[in-house]
């Protein structure tokens, strides 16, 4: 019976996808997860959902709560990460207001740009936290990371602890459904190669039949661009102007690159459909959508409280909130589909032995080969009874590795400040970003990064 423990747990509806994917599985049902928090009332209502997916499988597995991380993780056999350290509120809405004072506009600000440098300097002294415990109670453990910035997050433990640790990302599953399926192009029997670094990992190849598609879907995608104004149209200029598709949304690359989101160019931002400060917006949703989860848990969510509620969610979020309400509704047992995400098939295959690949964030090590040794990439990985192995990818196109490295620069210097603890790596790290450096001078950039100190101070260490 593998111990499973989830850090952030508290993010119950990611919990109850990843917990209740492998409460799904016939190799996984019977574990023991172990929750923990530092919020005990999302702790107790993830529980009590996690709890009525269990009785839907059976109630085979083990469910323990933990305020204490410590406990939480000791003995266990994997570790999954979803933290977000200062939230929403107070943290990420500093990230997008100081910065806009100086006219710096972000759409998610998670990954990389201002808002990706200062939400790593937050969360990396707390994982290196989490790392030691690890290395002390469960050394066997292996870490599955999911919180951003992947990359920055990722390469801190991988450079600075022991433990085993591979970062994961939704964006490769999705990239080739994502671009084909606008398109009206079928899936079926299609075969692909992807290799690059988190959110800017390269669909490298795409054939079926041994047919390269890259000529229709780049005729077609520039049908679409002239006819429908849609969510797509970065990526599309990234494929057009670079050769190849990008892994993830266009909101996020449009921040991962100095040539769209410009104060100079506004036009652009209307004819390439940039949502700034989207991540936000998604906050408040998200918001919206626990209150709901609340009312509901606590047997207080009314007819029209519910009404109200679908209004202020997208559509597929509504429709997930509907079906889960529902479900609860008729009675203490909640079913749950075991989704795309990586977790689950992975211990599956690390306990049962059948391999499973997957797109996994590692030390380059040489997998990439005209990407640096210490970059953290995103290649295939192998996860079979002897844990997680990466692949070889090879060379990028130069083009590709080029822009990669622009963003492995910030990175770079993001880890080294918070390592180091010196305030002029941060500096650096600001000022190599694509983005910021692009729309502001050295000295602003300078002000800007001193101000931000200043407001996170409270979840930062003093830097020299």
Request: aromatic share 8%; charged share 25%.
């Given at each position: 019976?593998?111990k499973?423990?989830?850090?952030?747990?508290?993010?119950?509806?990611?919990?109850?996808?990843?917990?209740?994917?492998?409460?799904?599985s016939?190799?996984?049902e019977?574990?023991?997860?172990a929750?923990?928090?530092?919020?005990?009332?999302?702790?107790?209502?993830?529980a009590?959902?996690?709890?009525?997916?269990?009785?839907?499988?059976?109630?085979?597995?083990t469910?323990?709560?933990?305020?204490?991380?410590?406990e939480?993780?000791?003995?266990?056999?994997?570790?999954?990460?979803?933290?977000?350290?200062?939230g929403?509120?107070?943290?990420?809405?500093?990230?997008?207001?100081?910065?806009?004072?100086?006219?710096?506009?972000?759409?998610?600000?998670?990954?990389?740009?201002?808002?990706?440098?200062?939400?790593?300097l937050?969360?990396?002294?707390?994982?290196?936290?989490?790392?030691?415990?690890?290395?002390?109670?469960?050394?066997?453990?292996?870490?599955?990371?999911?919180?951003?910035?992947?990359?920055?997050?990722?390469?801190?433990?991988?450079?600075?602890?022991?433990v085993?640790?591979?970062?994961?990302?939704?964006?490769?599953?999705?990239?080739?459904?994502?671009?084909?399926?606008?398109l009206?192009?079928?899936?079926?029997?299609?075969?692909w190669?992807?290799?690059?670094i988190?959110h800017?990992?390269?669909?490298?190849?795409?054939?079926?039949?041994?047919?390269?598609l890259?000529?229709q879907?780049?005729?077609?995608?520039?049908?679409?661009?002239?006819t429908?104004?849609?969510?797509?149209?970065?990526?599309?200029?990234?494929?057009?102007?670079?050769?190849?598709?990008?892994?993830?949304?266009?909101?996020?690359?449009?921040?991962?690159?100095?040539?769209?989101?410009?104060?100079?160019?506004?036009?652009?931002?209307?004819?390439l459909?940039?949502?700034?400060?989207?991540?936000p917006?998604?906050?408040?949703?998200?918001?919206h959508?626990?209150?709901?989860?609340?009312?509901?848990?606590?047997?207080?969510?009314?007819?029209?409280?519910?009404?109200?509620?679908?209004?202020?969610?997208?559509?597929?979020?509504?429709?997930?909130?509907?079906?889960?309400?529902?479900?609860?509704?008729?009675?203490?047992?909640?079913?749950?589909?075991?989704?795309?995400e990586?977790?689950?098939?992975?211990?599956?295959?690390?306990?049962?032995?059948?391999?499973?690949?997957?797109?996994?964030?590692?030390?380059?090590?040489?997998?990439?080969?005209?990407l640096?040794?210490?970059?953290v990439?995103?290649?295939?990985?192998?996860?079979?009874?002897?844990?997680?192995?990466?692949?070889?990818a090879?060379?990028?196109?130069?083009?590709?590795?080029?822009?990669?490295?622009?963003n492995?620069?910030?990175?770079?210097?993001t880890?080294?400040?918070?390592?180091?603890?010196?305030?002029?790596?941060i500096?650096?790290?600001?000022?190599?970003?694509?983005?910021?450096?692009?729309?502001l001078?050295?000295?602003?950039?300078v002000?800007?990064?001193?101000?931000?100190?200043?407001?996170?101070?409270?979840?930062?260490?003093?830097?020299?």
């Open positions: 019976m593998p499973i423990t989830m850090i952030g747990a508290g993010s119950t509806v990611f919990a109850k996808n990843l917990l209740g994917d492998c409460m799904s016939p190799v996984l019977d574990s023991h997860f929750l923990h928090d530092i919020d005990q009332k999302r702790l107790e209502q993830t009590q959902i996690m709890e009525a997916i269990s009785r839907s499988f059976g109630s085979k597995a469910i323990t709560t933990h305020l204490d991380r410590r939480a993780l000791n003995g266990a056999d994997y570790v999954f990460n979803a933290i977000q350290v200062g929403y509120k107070p943290a990420t809405v500093i990230d997008f207001e100081i910065p806009s004072r100086y006219g710096l506009r972000q759409t998610i600000g998670d990954t990389l740009g201002i808002g990706g440098i200062f939400r790593g937050r969360t990396i002294p707390v994982m290196l936290d989490i790392a030691r415990d690890i290395q002390e109670l469960c050394p066997k453990a292996w870490l599955l990371n999911y919180t951003n910035p992947m990359a920055i997050v990722t390469g801190a433990i991988l450079r600075a602890t022991d085993k640790t591979v970062g994961l990302c939704h964006s490769v599953q999705c990239c080739v459904p994502e671009l084909l399926k606008p009206d192009i079928p899936v079926e029997g299609v075969k190669k992807i290799a690059g988190n800017m990992a390269w669909l490298l190849e795409i054939t079926r039949n041994g047919e390269d890259y000529p879907i780049k005729k077609m995608a520039e049908t679409r661009s002239k429908d104004k849609h969510n797509d149209m970065v990526r599309y200029e990234l494929m057009k102007r670079f050769g190849h598709y990008v892994t993830e949304s266009s909101e996020h690359n449009a921040e991962y690159n100095p040539y769209f989101i410009k104060s100079s160019a506004p036009e652009l931002i209307e004819r459909n940039i949502p700034l400060d989207e991540y917006r998604r906050c408040e949703e998200y918001e959508l626990w209150a709901g989860i609340e009312a509901a848990l606590g047997g207080m969510l009314t007819e029209d409280m519910e009404s109200q509620l679908m209004t202020l969610l997208d559509e597929s979020t509504a429709n997930e909130v509907k079906g889960l309400l529902q479900a609860w509704r008729k009675g203490d047992a909640l079913p749950h589909t075991r989704s795309e990586y977790a689950s098939y992975m211990l599956e295959a690390m306990e049962a032995g059948a391999p499973y690949t997957f797109g996994g964030n590692v030390l380059n090590k040489g997998l990439i080969t005209n640096p040794e210490h970059a990439v995103e290649v295939t990985c192998l996860a079979d009874q002897n844990g997680i192995t990466p692949t070889f090879g060379a990028l196109p130069p083009q590709l590795a080029a822009l990669n490295q622009t492995i620069n910030v990175q770079d210097l880890i080294e400040a918070a390592l180091t603890q010196r305030r002029e790596h500096y650096h790290a600001a000022m190599l970003d694509p983005h910021t450096s692009s729309e001078t050295m000295d602003q950039i002000n800007l990064c001193d101000d931000l100190i200043n407001a996170h101070r409270d979840y930062l260490p003093e830097y020299k």
